[in-house]
T-cell receptor, first 114, second 113 residues
Framework: EPEVTQTPSHQVTQMGQEVILRCVPI?????FYWYRQILGQKVEFLVSFYNNEISEKSEIFDDQFSVERPDGSNFTLKIRSTKLEDSAMYFC????????????FGPGTRLLVL | DAKTTQPPSMDCAEGRAANLPCNHSTISGNEYVYWYRQIHSQGPQYIIH???NNETNEMASLIITEDRKSSTLILPHATLRDTAVYYCIVRAPSRSGNTPLVFGKGTRLSVIA
């Protein structure tokens, strides 16, 4: 069964460094999302992406964040200058089509900022 | 904010049915009820969704009350691997096509041997 994949599974970085989290959505899906979950807290929406542009974004998704679909398969989340509070699980999700609303999630990347 | 209310935790004996309730008294006519679960910090896993009719798939059954103000997710024969946090989410089809899921705190289901 097709699934969303994410790399790396774990990332440790120093505060102020840039990180890129990578996702490969399910191949025929057109809508892409990033969510995050700080340890012990709820899953929170960051951004949605369709047709090579951001559709919606939350207050969390400020100027230090960016997303890109650099080729036909990858979907990336870049954090330009990481802060301690960016430490979290980051989940990518994808959805097939406008009429098929179910989002499917990847296994996540655990980011630890020291 | 999440538009649903769920008990924070429940226990279920292995092999028995797990019935997880969800209140969504302010649900709108075009909003679907979705259920996801999250096993120990893994990515949320889609289980089932419905609008007003009861639904069943290979994982679970979803029973929605006639007034649609509450629903119950049923795992017919719970196993230890069903131990997870279960999220009930209401969501309308989005005009932009890209409305996010809004997660609450969910119900932590513990299946006990």
């Amino acid at each position: 069964e097709p699934e969303v994949t994410q790399t790396p599974s774990h990332q440790v970085t120093q505060m102020g460094q840039e990180v890129i989290l990578r996702c490969v959505p399910i191949s025929n899906h057109l809508y892409f999302y990033w969510y995050r979950q700080i340890l012990g807290q709820k899953v929170e929406f960051l951004v949605s992406f369709y047709n090579n542009e951001i559709s919606e974004k939350s207050e969390i998704f400020d100027d230090q964040f960016s997303v890109e679909r650099p080729d036909g398969s990858n979907f990336t989340l870049k954090i330009r200058s990481t802060k301690l509070e960016d430490s979290a699980m980051y989940f990518c999700a994808s959805r097939e089509a406008r009429t098929q609303e179910t989002q499917y999630f990847g296994p996540g990347t655990r980011l630890l900022v020291l | 904010d999440a538009k649903t209310t769920q008990p924070p935790s429940m226990d279920c004996a292995e092999g028995r049915a797990a019935n997880l309730p969800c209140n969504h008294s302010t649900i709108s006519g075009n909003e679907y009820v979705y259920w996801y679960r999250q096993i120990h910090s893994q990515g949320p896993q889609y289980i089932i969704h419905g609008l007003k009719n009861n639904e069943t798939n290979e994982m679970a059954s979803l029973i929605i009350t006639e007034d649609r103000k509450s629903s119950t997710l049923i795992l017919p024969h719970a196993t230890l691997r069903d131990t997870a946090v279960y999220y009930c989410i209401v969501r309308a089809p989005s005009r932009s096509g890209n409305t996010p899921l809004v997660f609450g705190k969910g119900t932590r289901l513990s299946v006990i041997a």
